[in-house]
């Protein structure tokens, strides 16, 4: 099977540079990297250090629903471009593990289909929840403060 890791779209990005409100309505505030732990949503690369940045709550959902998580996310304050995700995402090889949860069709999470993984083991556990007919795509998230990394998807 080959994945596909799909970033923040663009579409949410330029709202976001433009001066857009995050997902409470709030304005994102602005910081300036020390160029640890600072990883972008968009471009799925750490934010390096000196670089301006943006924090914000983020909800990677088409509309709000019980399930519909929204955290805290970080990304480049100046424009930068999204992957075309292919590859393993840098910022998925920061951390030593993960969190994958399964989203059916409807974005429900899919239950039994959530746990923490080593960083080792992301891509297998993609595929394997991926297999299955009722996970449309999984998430990954941050294994210690539950923030959105990105989704993946069967290519």
Known sequence: M???????????AARLWQGGRDA????????????????????????????????????????AQPYAETGPIFMHA??????DGALLPPILASSKEYLLRGYGSDERIVYGSGGVF?????????????ARTDI????????KYNCYQCRIEAA
Do not use: K, W
């Open 24 to 63: 409470y309505g709030n304005l994102p505030e602005r910081h300036i990297s020390d160029g640890v732990g600072v990883p972008c949503r968009h471009c799925l690369r750490n934010v390096e250090e000196g670089d301006a940045y943006l924090i914000l709550a983020y909800r990677p959902f088409s509309s």
């Open 136 to 143: 449309a795509y999984v998430h990954v998230r941050s294994a």
């Open 78 to 83: 100046d424009q930068c471009r999204a992957p």
């Open 118 to 130: 080593p960083a080792e083991m992301l891509e297998q556990r993609a595929e394997e929840l991926l």
């Open 2 to 12: 080959t994945l596909r890791y799909i970033a923040m779209p663009d579409r949410d």
